[in-house]
């Protein structure tokens, strides 16, 4: 089943950063690797994507830094694909083009 996933920047970087795999990230480790967007819109779009499900968590409420930096973090692999899909809208389109059967 696919979902249609729409993703702001800020989301798509905390979806990179964390990665698709599903392996865990430590939350120093992810505020280490954010890079330039400030901590209160980063906390937003990561409180944004828990709330959704798309990303799994230890902690429940993550409302300050220190929060974050005992937290774990990593995708929920049931959204994997459809995230995959949502980073990288292009990707999907060739696929489907390639399935294409000429008959």
């Given at each position: ?25 430590y939350g120093k ?23 959704l499900g798309y ?49």
């Amino acid at each position: 089943m696919h979902r249609e996933i729409n993703l702001s920047g800020g989301e798509i970087s905390i979806l990179k950063t964390i990665g698709l795999s599903g392996a865990p990230v430590y939350g120093k480790l992810l505020i280490e690797r954010v890079g330039e967007m400030e901590f209160a819109e980063f906390l937003d779009e990561l409180n944004g994507l828990i709330s959704l499900g798309y990303v799994l968590s230890d902690k429940v409420n993550i409302r300050k830094m220190e929060d974050m930096e005992k937290a774990v973090f990593r995708v929920n692999a049931s959204y994997a694909h459809d995230l995959r899909d949502a980073i990288q809208p292009g990707r999907r389109r060739e696929q489907q083009r390639r399935r294409r059967r000429r008959g």
